[in-house]
């Protein structure tokens, strides 16, 4: 009896435990204790996308810059690229979203940009005795070569990536790896490669062979002295059809050859051509054997000393190239300030100049109509002065002068941003404007004369290393002058939380501004409670304030 006495309550306290535990469960199970779950799980893909751009900023990157010109301003990218492959692991909802995200836009760096580096620099000491004598591991080389083995042993990861950016010393030292890598990336479209693969160095020709075969989408192409060969055969072989931006340094090769090239890229809208003497105004020129030159969004021409103002007017009277042309870059060329109006004149839609000439010879004494344009944007017009030449008054006061002119004429009702190399340039516009001397036309008899539009000015002179800006306002009343801001550095301007760089607003660091010796300002941390205030990295016994 006993013995039976026992199972039944042993069978009751069961039975008790399992009402119990069923009530606990009805009352533990919530949408908010589910883990993935619960509502982070049904968030929109597209939501999903955002927010992991949040925590991974540079995957966002399109740009066909190199490594070391495209960084993220602030954070670690390193670790923003660990915490991304971390939400991949969250759940297979986020897989693919994150995923997108992780391998769209590749970066490699050498180091962690955080307190992270010393750490695992540490680590990285702590040899066993037989590698106390080895070689230092090369960190980059060795995450390209997992990047290597991930994207060869999973081909739905390796379509997935559009952008591959390294260090200069790993894309220059890994060739062989770097080829093996771009060989299954099919959907390429820009990677970061040594310098001898623009000139068709011996060392690179594997690399160039793979990414022509197997690369075909590549939208960015450099080609230096002694590419020529490979540059003729882009109007033969047409491996790269999609390639948006051409690059051309110091090649060798005729008229005739450059423009059946451009002429067949279809997507070609960027063009940049340094240090080409023989180019002249005739490739402009239309001819019946030859095509045109193509229409583009922006064109850079830096040391072609034989292209003058004439020849691009020629080139903008076409329809196609006037609509298209948005952005126009003379470094060293054969126009000069006073052409500009010619070129203004034909661009409708020109919202981007810049012209940088260094001027021997005063500006003409003869009548020249102003900068006129409906739609510029941004000015950059750096005249300096030749130092060898001489007089009371150099030669590049004049030309500012013909700019204040336009300007006071209200020709360029848009301009905006405007970047110059004489550091008293603001004052000369808030001051009563000067007789005009510009040719009677209908045009410019009409126009009010005076300043009336905001501008922000950017200036720096000949030993200064740091552009200086100052906002400048418009008359609020008839017969009154404008008004200046204090002109000041850039660096302090974006300090102010108004500036051009948005993560210094509101929290922006406590600083002194002393002067260099050299026009420019250094800023030097300030201490509180022998603390250094900011976000930086604190240990102790570091040498991270070195004014100290």
Known sequence: MGFLKHIRSKSKIKTEGNSASQIHNQYATSPARQGPQGLAARLPINVLELLFSIICPHTLDKSYMPSENSMVEDGCMLCDMRDLAHCAQVSRRWSEPAQKLLYKSIRIDAVHYCELEIELAEKRKRRSFFEHNADPKDIPK????????????????????????????????????????????????????????????????????????????????????????????????????????????????????????????????????????????????????????????????????????????????????????????????????????????NAPHLTHLSITETVTRSFPLTPIPPLTSPSLKTLFYEITSSPHAHGLQKPAESYYDYLTRSLLTSSLPTLRSLYVRDPTFADSLILAPPAPFFASTSTTSTRQQGFAQSLEVYSKGLDELEWNFTCISPPSAPGRRGSASVTRPLSLYRMSGSGLSSPWGGDARRSVVVPNGFGGFLAVPTEEGGSLQGKGHKREGSRQDLWR
């Not at 690179?204 to 939208?219: F, G, V």
């Not at 076409?318 to 052409?339: C, F, N, Q, Y």
Request: include cysteine.
């Open 142 to 345: 060795l995450r390209l070569e997992f990047l290597q083995k991930t994207v060869r042993d999973n081909n739905l990861l390796a379509v997935k990536v559009q952008l591959l950016k390294m260090p200069y010393m790993t894309r220059e030292s890994c060739k062989t790896e770097l080829a093996r890598t771009v060989s299954v990336l099919p959907n390429l479209q820009y990677v970061d490669l040594p310098d001898g693969f623009f000139s068709d160095d011996g060392s690179s020709h594997i690399l160039k062979q793979e990414l022509q075969a197997r690369c075909p989408d590549i939208r960015k192409m450099t080609y230096n002295t002694g590419s020529e060969e490979s540059f003729a055969l882009l109007a033969q072989r047409r491996h790269w059809q999609g390639l948006e931006i051409v690059e051309l340094s110091r090649l060798n090769v005729e008229p005739s050859t450059l423009l059946r090239v451009l002429a067949s890229l279809p997507t070609l809208h960027e063009l940049k051509i340094t240090e080409l003497p023989w180019l002249d105004d005739a490739v402009f020129q239309p001819t019946s054997t030859l095509p045109p030159f193509p229409p583009l969004q922006r064109l850079i021409l830096e040391e072609t000393p034989n292209v003058t103002a004439n020849g691009l007017a020629t080139y903008l009277q076409r329809p196609e190239t006037r609509e298209a042309l948005s952005s126009l870059t003379l470094t060293t060329t054969g126009v000069t300030p006073s052409a500009l109006h010619l070129i203004l004149t």
